[in-house]
């Protein structure tokens, strides 16, 4: 089983994080990527560096613009002769306006809150991570039944056309679309557990059957994405159904968190996917700072065992998780689930 991860991840350094009113100390900061190896090694495992494999699915799920705003928005941002701050960072949010003339109005555009900073070396990490992305979804259609990715910046609130919530390229639509267009898969299932909702997968699979996102996050009334992730979203057109949100009440425990993940598995029995593509952020640990639920080390481990009882092939992407010192061991919690069921199946 390979786990795919590029030294240049660890590139991106946000040194802003608006949220709430309030510019905070950032939360997803290089160490995370130092602790995730940390947990990997503990676990008796080793990283894969990933191979290039374009900018092709990148463009194909968000657009050529956007791609290209991401890529050139720092050396833009850098050539306006007034003192704007390092960071490409708006002050205005902006959705369907057309005109942008102006890296401001096209940072407006694109960066959907104030979260999701653009530093000099940030285009470099999205990249990378999306390749990580992508060479874990060529290896599913290689015949492997289980390979990772790091996913740092991560993908899950990336939308078609907008940053926010910490995520620039959505990882988990671009290794769809390659499955899709590379394998035998013709329904994927993707599966999110982090405790945050992924609006962006939402939206960008929002109107389709051959994808079924299912995610469990804290409610997200007046908690981030606040304007996407309720019961009622079930999809539109031929996608209706294939969209199931599981918001629960903040302060979960453990117990009720796993019986709701046991229903949500039920429901993807009945969509008989073909592959899954798993969505884990440690940020459903009880310390975590993002944290809703009271999910232990534990449960982490017992959440990765649930995702490879269905027996499918598992593309897992490491998203969430801001809790410094206990993302390693969480890290080892989650392989764990894996190397036994690899054990088992050797």
């Known amino acids: 089983m390979n786990i795919y991860y590029h030294e240049k991840q660890a590139l991106h350094d946000p040194q802003t994080y608006f949220s709430r009113g309030k510019m905070r100390e950032p939360q997803e900061?290089?160490?995370?990527?130092?602790?995730f190896q940390k947990g990997i090694k503990n676990a008796g495992l080793t990283v894969t560096k990933p191979q290039e494999l374009g900018l092709d699915y990148?463009?194909?799920?968000?657009?050529?613009?956007?791609?290209?705003?991401?890529?050139?928005?720092?050396?833009?941002?850098?050539?306006?002769p007034e003192d704007w701050?390092?960071?490409?960072?708006?002050?205005?949010?902006?959705?369907d306006y057309n005109a942008q003339k102006g890296i401001l109005a096209k940072a407006a555009r694109y960066i959907a809150d104030g979260s999701a900073p653009i530093g000099k070396y940030t285009w470099e990490s999205i990249y990378w991570s999306a390749q990580s992305a992508l060479n874990a979804a060529k290896d599913l259609c290689e015949g492997k039944k289980y390979s990772l990715s790091i996913s740092r910046p991560s993908g899950h609130h990336a939308r078609r056309e907008a940053a926010g919530g910490f995520c620039f390229v959505n990882n988990a639509a671009i290794a769809t679309e390659y499955l899709l267009e590379n394998s035998r898969a013709k329904k994927i299932l993707i599966l999110d557990t982090?405790?945050?909702?992924?609006q962006g997968i939402q939206e960008i699979f929002?109107?389709?059957?051959?994808?079924?996102?299912?995610?469990?996050?804290?409610?997200?009334?007046?908690?981030?994405?606040?304007?996407a992730g309720f019961e009622e979203e079930r999809g539109v057109g031929k996608g209706e159904g294939?969209?199931?949100?599981?918001?629960?009440?903040?302060?979960?425990?453990?117990?009720?968190?796993?019986?709701?993940?046991?229903?949500?598995?039920?429901?993807?029995?009945?969509?008989?996917?073909?592959v899954i593509i798993h969505n884990m952020g440690f940020d459903v640990y009880k310390d975590d700072p993002q944290s809703k639920t009271a999910v232990t080390t534990l449960g982490i481990y017992?959440?990765?065992?649930?995702?490879?009882?269905?027996n499918k092939p598992v593309l897992?992407?490491?998203?969430?998780?801001?809790?410094i010192e206990k993302l390693a061991v969480n890290m080892e919690s989650y392989l764990r689930g894996f190397k036994e069921v690899l054990a088992d199946e050797n």
């Open 29 to 35: 900061v290089p160490q995370r990527v130092y602790e």
């Open 58 to 80: 990148l463009t194909q799920v968000h657009g050529l613009a956007y791609i290209d705003f991401l890529r050139t928005a720092y050396n833009e941002w850098h050539k306006v």
């Open 85 to 95: 701050g390092d960071e490409v960072i708006p002050n205005i949010f902006v959705k």
């Open 194 to 198: 982090d405790v945050h909702h992924g």
């Open 206 to 227: 929002y109107e389709r059957a051959d994808v079924l996102y299912i995610s469990l996050h804290g409610d997200p009334t007046n908690f981030y994405p606040v304007v």
């Open 242 to 274: 294939f969209n199931i949100n599981y918001p629960f009440a903040h302060g979960l425990s453990e117990e009720a968190y796993l019986t709701l993940l046991d229903e949500a598995i039920e429901s993807a029995q009945t969509f008989n996917p073909d």
């Open 302 to 310: 017992k959440i990765a065992q649930a995702v490879l009882a269905l």
């Open 316 to 323: 897992g992407l490491i998203e969430g998780g801001y809790l």
